[in-house]
């Protein structure tokens, strides 16, 4: 093998469905990380323009200086709700053309039975995440930012080895 086709080499077995499972996890964090960032991205924009959901005292708005409607307590827990759901069906999009891609074997299923279990099990841990988000803001008034943190965690921990193991083949 010449200098020039190894990186070449070993770029393509990282992208390979059949890479070490370390390095899959790897694969998995990435592509988690860039659903990550869309779906903060497609909340907080929502959140802003759509359904105010980020209160003036938020660290967000104190930390980028940005202007938010004075909204109370109940309704700002709602439209996190409803801005998380806009947020969810955005990067779970991305997030799966991602993992099937580049991360999982597909052929477990039929790519719509893959796609709709795909969406089910991040439905069942984003539910989760947002029912414990919207807890933390109307009973403990804990900041928008923070809240949507612990539900982002809640739903990362649950989605992995469901993906891996009930919809894709490894």
Do not use: W
Request: hydrophobic share 55%.
């Amino acid at each position: 093998m010449t200098e020039e086709s190894r990186p070449a080499s070993l770029v393509a077995k990282i992208l390979s469905r059949d890479a070490n499972p370390v390095v899959q996890f790897l694969k998995y964090a990435v592509a988690g990380g860039i659903a990550t960032a869309v779906h903060i991205l497609t909340f907080f924009l929502a959140g802003f323009f759509v359904f105010p959901c980020v209160a003036s005292d938020d660290i967000l708005v104190r930390l980028f200086g940005l202007a938010a409607p004075v909204v109370e307590e109940t309704l700002r827990a709602r439209n996190a709700v409803y801005c998380n759901i806009i947020a969810f069906l955005v990067s779970n999009t991305v997030c799966y053309i991602i993992n099937r891609l580049f991360v999982f074997k597909p052929g477990r299923h039929s790519m719509v039975v893959e796609f709709l279990l795909f969406f089910a099990v991040s439905a069942i841990s984003v539910g989760l995440g947002t029912f414990l988000m919207g807890v933390l803001i109307d009973r403990f008034g804990i900041q928008t930012t923070y809240a949507f943190g612990a539900n982002m965690v809640c739903s990362l921990a649950i989605n992995y080895a469901l993906r891996k193991f009930f919809v894709f083949k490894g």
